[in-house]
Structure formats: C-alpha cells, structure tokens
C-alpha cells in the first residue's frame, strides 16, 4: 500500500498550503457539506479487512510487489470461510464500519464481476464476498466500506505497474531521481515513461467494475481507493465524479501512502474527501482538517490504517502472525481519538476464511482499556 520512498511535504508542493484554518465563515470547496463529514468522523473506529488472493500465495520475495496476478483462481479456496464472524468480530469490538478489500494489486475478485473472469466466481470458493459482507454489516448495525486496488497486476492490456521493476531497489531508486512525487516530471524524459501507468483499456475496465460495485450492492460508505498515482490526474478525476455520481453520499479516500498528515502529495491523490494516514499517528498537535488546496479551502478528515499484525505480507494473514503488542495498539488508538482522526484497523482473516481467536482476543482488550 504505501510508497516508502514518498517524502514530499506540504511545504514543498505548491499545491498545498500549512495554514492551519480557513478565513472566517469557509463552508469549504468539498464537495460535501461539513456535517456530513462530521457524520463520518463519529464513526470513529472501523475494522480494515484484507482477504483474497495473497492470502494464499506464497510471496517469495523474487518480484517486488507480488503476487503478479497469475495465480490461478482455484488457488483461492477458503474452506470455512464466515464473513458474518468477521463482521460480528468488529462489531463486538466496538467498531462502527469496515472496509473489505473487493480487489487488491493480484487483480483477483471478491465478488462475481462480469468483466473478468478472474474472480471467485472461478475459485476454489465461488461465494460473494462482497455480496456477504455487504449483507452482514447491514444486518450487525455496521456501514460497509469498499477497497478497490489500480494497480492490478492482472489485467494490464498495457499497463505498467510497480511490479515490472526487478527488485524494490530499483524501483526506489527511479522515485528518488523525481523532483517530487506523482507529477509528470523526472530527471529524465525516458525515467517519466517508465513510470507506472495505466491504460485507456485499463481505465474503461476500472469504471465498469467501481460502476458495478456501487451499483448492485446498494449504499456503500466509503470507497477506499489505493495506488490511484497510476490513474493520472485526469482519468482519476473523472473517476472520483463517477463515483459520486453513482453513489453522492459516498466518502471516497484516494491513498496518499504516507504515514505524515503533514504529507499530501496533491498530483499522487487528488481529488479525495478523505485523507490516510498509513502506518502513523495524527500529529501531537491534532490532525489539521482544513487544507488550502490549489487555493481552495476543503475540510478534509483523517484516517489512520494500520493493522493488528506486524506487515510482513502486504497486509494478509501470515500462519504464525500474532497481534503487535496491545500497549502499541492502544498508543495509536488513543492518539487517533485525540487528534482527531479515524483509526481503521486491519485484521485479516486467515486461510480458512476466519479471523484468528488470537485476534479477537486483542481487540476485546482494546475495546475494555478503550471504554468503547
């Protein structure tokens, strides 16, 4: 998910302004209105679900930014699968929302999508994930969130994606030659059409599936998009309108990657209603909501996404993964709710289709310290 190599600041993009607050009287350039926005930020605290194909690949380390997306789909094959225990598991954690990643960078599919044929409709399992998730999370008094991964190693039709380079090494490298990250400039004019990118075939497929995910599952509350450098800033624009088009009291996030709120690298993830934090902590001052912005002011809440498990696997469920130490938990935890920012936390099933007891168990001791 995040770019360790992005290290642009607010200071240093001149699209983006440190003032702390708007002049007098701002309602914002959102393009929601800021009660609404507070509707979401009382939610508080969400439960991140990253299930899917790399839950059962072997990432062997040999391709950065695996796996490539040539995983058959009978590799996928969850043999107790239970999304209504996941859902109940957030729940009895205190948690008001939880975002399901629909499709990550394998390019695999949680639900039967029309427009591939690389989805669970093939596998090993043929439920509807998202279908189920959907369904239980409006049963269990949770709202549904949707993670929707560009950067697809599967269904490339020309793309180019971060996984095309050799080794992690060499695509930092590349981004280090960049005077500033997710614009069309580079040290060098062959450095730029090296770049990850995604095509006009690619785009039309993208559209389609966030069309059919927005439209067959009714209201979906936040849309969670990553990697959305490899749209552009054209075809990522047209597609945060389409999405609220298709669903106008949907929040959408466009992944920053970066675990500083100071950070915002506006050509990485513009436009968005909502920023990340990956990996971080509001800072001791509090998250800064309001965001001069292209000399726009725009109320933009936070959220921090972290997981419970130390990140080995690209988030996903490792056999022998155990809970990071609940004192680390509780001091993220706590600094989200004092700075003002959302604390969405992952905790993925596990090959059987579960979450772990061992899982559950932190998150009842988070929910007691937390008072939730």
């Known amino acids: 998910m995040s770019d360790p190599t992005k290290k642009i600041s607010a200071a240093q993009s001149p699209a983006t302004s440190a003032a702390h607050t708007p002049p007098p009287n701002e309602r914002g350039s959102q393009r929601h209105t800021i009660e609404r926005l507070h509707q979401w930020e009382t939610l508080g605290y969400g439960m991140f679900i990253h299930f899917g194909m790399s839950t059962f690949v072997?990432?062997?380390?040999?391709?950065?930014?695996?796996?490539?997306?040539?995983?058959p789909p009978s590799a996928y094959?969850?043999?107790?699968?239970?999304?209504?225990?996941?859902?109940?598991?957030?729940r009895d954690?205190?948690?008001?929302?939880?975002?399901?990643?629909?499709?990550?960078?394998?390019?695999f599919c949680l639900w039967p999508s029309r427009h591939t044929d690389y989805s669970v409709a093939r596998s090993g399992n043929p439920t509807d994930v998202v279908g189920r998730f959907v369904e239980a999370c409006r049963t269990r008094g949770l709202l549904p969130g949707l993670y929707y991964s560009s950067y697809d190693n599967h269904h490339r039709w020309g793309s180019r994606t971060?996984?095309?380079?050799?080794?992690?090494?060499?695509?930092?490298?590349?981004?280090?030659?960049?005077?500033?990250?997710?614009?069309?400039?580079?040290a060098r004019e062959d450095d730029a059409q090296r770049m990850p990118y995604t095509t006009a075939h690619y785009q039309t497929f993208q559209t389609a599936q966030i069309t059919e995910l927005l439209s067959d599952y009714g209201p979906i509350m936040e849309v969670w998009i990553d990697h959305p450098d490899v749209m552009g800033r054209g075809y990522r624009t047209f597609f945060y309108e389409h999405i609220a088009r298709l669903?106008?009291?949907?929040v959408v996030l466009m992944n920053n990657g970066l675990p500083d709120s100071t950070l915002y690298d506006v050509d990485y993830a513009w436009?968005?209603?909502?920023?990340?934090?990956?990996?971080?902590?509001?800072p001791a001052g509090g998250y800064r909501k309001w965001r001069l912005i292209e000399d726009r002011w725009y109320y933009l809440p936070g959220e921090?996404?972290?997981?419970?498990?130390?990140?080995?696997?690209?988030?996903?469920?490792l056999p022998d993964d155990q809970p990071r130490p609940i004192e680390e938990l509780l001091r993220q935890f706590r600094a989200c709710r004092d700075g003002g920012a959302n604390y969405?936390?992952?905790?993925?099933?596990d090959r059987h289709g579960r979450i772990p007891e061992v899982c559950i168990a932190a998150l009842s001791q988070i929910r007691r310290e937390m008072e939730l």
């Open 77 to 90: 094959a969850p043999d107790q699968l239970d999304v209504e225990q996941w859902i109940s598991v957030a």
């Open 271 to 282: 436009p968005a209603d909502l920023m990340a934090m990956e990996g971080g902590v509001p």
């Open 344 to 349: 969405l936390l992952n905790v993925p099933p």
């Open 93 to 107: 954690a205190g948690m008001k929302y939880a975002v399901l990643t629909a499709k990550h960078i394998a390019g």
């Open 304 to 317: 921090v996404c972290d997981s419970i498990a130390p990140i080995r696997k690209d988030w996903f469920h």
């Open 162 to 186: 971060r996984s095309d380079f050799p080794s992690k090494a060499a695509f930092e490298q590349l981004f280090a030659q960049r005077p500033r990250f997710g614009g069309v400039s580079c």
């Open 247 to 250: 669903q106008p009291d949907t």
């Open 58 to 71: 072997n990432l062997d380390g040999k391709v950065y930014f695996k796996p490539d997306g040539s995983d």
